[in-house]
């Protein structure tokens, strides 16, 4: 099974003040015995900071976090995988070598405000503690994920004429 480690992500703001520039980074390392094609899947989630140290190793405590977005391959300019543009979400394995991922995507306002609202903080003010009202803080969370894939056929296509009428 593929290794993937050293999971970065950085969430930039872009000139279209709608959206915001997400780009994940990662390595993975095939073992001398992977060799072919494997699905590459990158997903965001939100992780509140209650929930907060998530993940636990390269393994997540609640299944049940379904996540927010997942990335498609279309791209923001200098888009790479491994030094080339990413074909869809398929990646070769060299068996015994690590391949770098380094994947941007543009990512809507709207997805990533996993908390949506304000809320009243205190922070220090000059004679004693001011209460203000802010943004509630999105926390983000970036997850690989490398899989074989599976083996599958498709069947002829059957036609269907007419109706059929059963007694």
Do not use: C
């Amino acid at each position: 099974m593929p290794e993937v480690k050293n999971v970065q992500l950085k969430i930039n703001p872009d000139d279209n003040s709608s959206r915001w520039i997400v780009n994940v980074k990662g390595m993975v390392d095939f073992d001398q015995s992977e060799i072919g094609d494997y699905e590459l899947q990158i997903y965001l989630y939100a992780a509140d900071a209650a929930e907060l140290p998530f993940p636990l190793g390269n393994r997540f405590p609640d299944t049940s976090n379904l996540p927010i977005y997942m990335f498609r391959f279309t791209g923001t300019s200098g888009l790479s995988l491994g030094g080339r543009r990413p074909p869809g979400q398929i990646i070769q394995a060299t068996p015994g070598e690590s391949l770098e991922i380094d994947v941007s995507e543009f990512v809507s306002n709207a997805t990533l405000d996993e908390d949506p609202g304000k809320e009243q903080v205190t922070i220090p003010g000059p004679s004693g503690p001011i209460q203000v009202t802010t943004e509630k803080q999105d926390e983000i969370l970036a997850e690989i994920r490398v899989s074989s894939i599976p083996a599958k056929g498709l069947s002829n296509i059957a036609k269907i004429n007419g109706t059929i009428f059963r007694s």
